[in-house]
T-cell receptor, first 116, second 109 residues
């Protein structure tokens, strides 16, 4: 039973290029969460999605960042016109449904973006 | 808003006991969770508390006081492999988890 799958694991982009990060949740999970982690820092919530719906995007920067979770296929986190400050590890997590008081998150291995 | 505080770093000796504290302020509290994250790896779930009191799980225990907005993770019989970051996270009624900045634990021989 595969866990949360993220790709690419490592991505290098030059300033101004686009980065696309993909996340396939665990089988049977329909809720996906994206977090960003800067070096030596904690996980910062970005966006929470359910199939075809954005539930909460309160942690997403207003510009250049977007996320989707289509009916078919993985969730995509898209960063347009990347800047050096976007360099970070981006973790995807999934859950079978809405998080309850006993529901933990299952994390992928992360995608590490480096902007040159 | 939400605020979760935990110490940045801690050091302990192999075989000892260490307690990592976490205080939180949140609306719509719906459970407190602890995750372990080794450098360069994904966070993995350790324990959760919903009600006040102590939950024991092998060498790891976690405590919660909802009235005080306080939790701790207790690690016993420390091993070198316990060197990692420990993340305190709060689930809310909004259906998401908010994380503290993590405590980096270094276990020394």
């Amino acid at each position: 039973n595969a866990g949360v799958m993220q790709n690419p694991r490592h991505l290098v982009r030059r300033r101004g290029q686009e980065a696309r990060l993909r996340c396939s949740p665990m089988k049977g999970h329909s809720h996906v969460y994206w977090y960003r982690q800067l070096p030596e820092e904690g996980l910062k919530f970005m966006v929470y999605l359910q199939k075809e719906n954005i539930i909460d995007e309160s942690g997403m920067p207003k510009e250049r960042f977007s996320a989707e979770f289509p009916k078919e296929g993985p969730s995509i986190l898209r960063i347009q016109q990347v800047v050096r400050g976007d360099s970070a590890a981006y973790f995807c997590a999934s859950s079978p449904g809405r998080l309850t008081n006993t529901g933990e998150l299952f994390f992928g291995e992360g995608s590490r973006l480096t902007v040159l | 808003g939400q605020n979760i505080d935990q110490p940045t770093e801690m050091t302990a000796t192999e075989g000892a006991i260490v307690q990592i504290n976490c205080t939180y302020q949140t609306s719509g509290f719906n459970g407190l969770f602890w995750y372990q994250q080794h450098a360069g790896e994904a966070p993995t779930f350790l324990s959760y508390n919903v009600l006040d009191g102590l939950e024991e799980k092998g060498r790891f225990s976690s405590f919660l006081s909802r009235s005080k907005g306080y939790s701790y993770l207790l690690l016993k019989e420390l091993q070198m492999k316990d060197s990692a970051s420990y993340l305190c996270a709060v689930n809310t009624n909004a259906g998401k988890s908010t994380f503290g900045d993590g405590t980096t634990l270094t276990v020394k021989p």
